[in-house]
């Protein structure tokens, strides 16, 4: 069965800081890249950042670049998502995406980041 488990999210204040954490397990193919989504009420799903984890290429949105990290070197089916710098418009749920032949989502992990 396959599964893609997100956690880590929370309430923050502006300037805060979170680590998500997403697990996949039960591919029959291997993972080719892990995917950071966020959507907010009333925003489409945005590509926050991924990353392919044999080259250890990273991406990012414009709006987190230089504040988002997704550290290399945890495997193809595991990505965390380090975020600092957190602004009110980072305010989301984040759902994790792993992408073989198909893609497989997460549940989310709600982040609120407000003071």
């Known amino acids: 069965e396959v599964k893609v488990v997100e956690s880590g999210g929370g309430l923050v204040h502006p300037g805060g800081s979170l680590r998500l954490s997403c697990e996949a397990s039960?591919?029959?193919?291997?993972?080719?890249?892990m995917n950071w989504f966020r959507q907010a009420p009333g925003k489409e799903r945005e590509l926050v950042a991924r990353?392919?984890?044999?080259?250890?290429?990273?991406n990012y949105a414009d709006s987190v670049k230089g504040r988002f990290t997704i550290p290399r070197g945890n495997g193809r089916n595991t990505a965390y998502l380090e975020m600092n710098n957190l602004k009110p418009e980072d305010t989301a749920m984040y759902i994790c995406c792993a992408r073989t032949t198909n893609a497989s989502w997460g549940q989310g992990t709600q982040v609120t980041v407000s003071s």
């Open positions: 039960g591919f029959s193919n291997s993972v080719l890249s």
């Open positions: 990353i392919f984890p044999v080259s250890g290429t990273t």
